[in-house]
């Protein structure tokens, strides 16, 4: 059995990620004591249920935080005793985070008790949190996705495709909006033509088709794709040799809304071609 322990800053979803666990069968655990996590896993391992083969425990700012130091140790431990351990850790910036908070007029855990106004409560927790952060398999950046992208991400980067081979996540975005934590190869476009420049696409994104006739007017943006493709062919298969579930490809020009938005729609229907599983996220379009 295979357990998953999902952890993050409140108000990044990990409630979500838990529930979408759930959904796909996980036998899941919100909130559980670091202290219990041996007796839990003592509990459930080696156990057979026709239902589900994962489990997920939910560690996060809301457990004994005296106990949170020591979350390395008791994973070095576990681990020893052989079991497969994945650690989803969930985060997003400041602004996100008490735009959140503000919606849904929740108190944020550490400022509960304290009073402890929300922008520092939001710090302390990312501190507290550090020694879970860098243990980190997988990092999922919620900044920029709304639920429905979340349990997708969930589903792609912790189940793959059941049915086998690996799932493929092409995502656009903007640098001066920052990188993807998410990422596993990064691409800058910004040296292309800029369809910004042009007063009459400004407005308009990659995927429309004026900008798109832009773009393909320069060869040095088809060089580009062919270039992305050979690689990608050349080192997807060495991905996918060592049992990946998951690769998420992220192309960045400046703002996230023309050149990248682009090449990720070319991307993904060159590489959706004989694969089952390849997903499109443009991050910094509505």
């Known amino acids: ?90 985060l997003a910036d400041d602004d996100t985070l008490i735009k959140r908070f503000s919606d849904t007029r929740r108190r944020h855990p550490l400022s509960a008790d304290s009073g402890m106004p929300l922008l520092e409560a939001i710090h302390r927790e990312r501190a507290l949190l550090e020694p879970i952060a860098a243990l980190a398999d997988t990092v999922i950046d919620t900044s920029h996705t709304n639920v429905h992208e979340l349990r997708e991400l969930v589903r792609v980067r912790l189940h793959g495709d059941a049915s086998g081979g690996m799932s493929l996540m092409f995502e656009s975005f903007g640098f001066k909006h920052g990188l993807p934590d998410d990422a596993d190869f990064v691409f800058d476009v910004r040296h292309l033509p800029n369809p910004h420049w042009q007063t009459e696409l400004r407005q308009l994104t990659g995927r429309d088709a004026a900008v798109i006739a832009y773009l393909e007017a320069h060869a040095a943006v088809e060089r580009l794709l062919n270039d992305l493709v050979r ?56």
Request: aromatic share 8%.
């Open 1 to 90: 059995m295979k357990l998953i322990i999902v952890s993050g800053l409140s108000g990044s979803g990990k409630s979500v990620a838990l529930a979408t666990l759930e959904d796909l069968n996980d036998y899941c655990v919100d909130n559980l004591p670091l202290a219990l996590l041996n007796p839990f896993v003592a509990e459930i391992h080696g156990r057979t249920h026709p239902g589900f083969h994962t489990a997920a425990v939910g560690i996060d700012s809301r457990n004994f935080r005296d106990e949170l130091a020591h979350f390395p140790e008791v994973i070095d431990a576990l681990r020893a005793d052989g079991v497969d351990i994945e650690i989803v850790f969930l």
């Open 231 to 286: 690689f990608l062919e050349t080192w997807i298969p060495a991905f996918e040799a060592g049992n990946r579930s998951y690769l998420t490809v992220a192309v960045g020009c400046t703002g996230g809304q023309h050149r990248s938005v682009y090449l990720v729609e070319r991307l993904t229907r060159h590489f959706r071609d004989g694969r089952r599983h390849v997903a499109t996220r443009h991050r910094e379009l509505p």
